[in-house]
């Protein structure tokens, strides 16, 4: 397990922007592949999108893929997910986590680490 801590949640109307980010500390963070899930209430954890620990790859949410942005600016441990155009459909609580293996992974289980979440909430 290593510390992550997510940021940048919010109230927003549809149509409207977000950038999330996830911050880390004390661990080699260019080591790992990053990745962000969500969970809307009632509903399983969902992957939205992936980035190996380069950036030279990254992966993508069929339902998000021409609206949302993965990006990591490794000298500032530090991944985001710039999301624009938001649906009603995209509030649900964000989680950042974290992947050994190092590449864009899309499966729960190719990930070692979580953070507590950030919730994205969007009204019509």
């Known amino acids: 397990q290593v510390p992550l801590v997510e940021s940048g949640g919010g109230l927003v109307q549809a149509g409207e922007s977000l950038r999330l980010a996830c911050a880390a500390s004390g661990w080699r963070f260019d080591l790992f592949g990053m990745g962000w899930f969500r969970q809307a209430p009632g509903k399983e954890r969902q992957f939205v999108a992936s980035?190996?620990?380069?950036?030279?790859?990254?992966a993508y949410a069929e339902l998000v893929k021409d609206r949302f942005t993965i990006s990591r600016d490794n000298a500032q441990n530090t991944v985001y997910l710039q999301m624009n155009s938001l649906k009603p459909e995209d509030t649900a609580a964000y989680y950042c986590a974290a992947a050994t293996t190092g590449g864009a992974r899309t499966r729960e289980s190719d990930y070692d680490s979580w953070g507590q979440g950030t919730q994205v909430t969007v009204f019509s």
């Open positions: 980035i190996s620990r380069r950036s030279s790859n990254k």
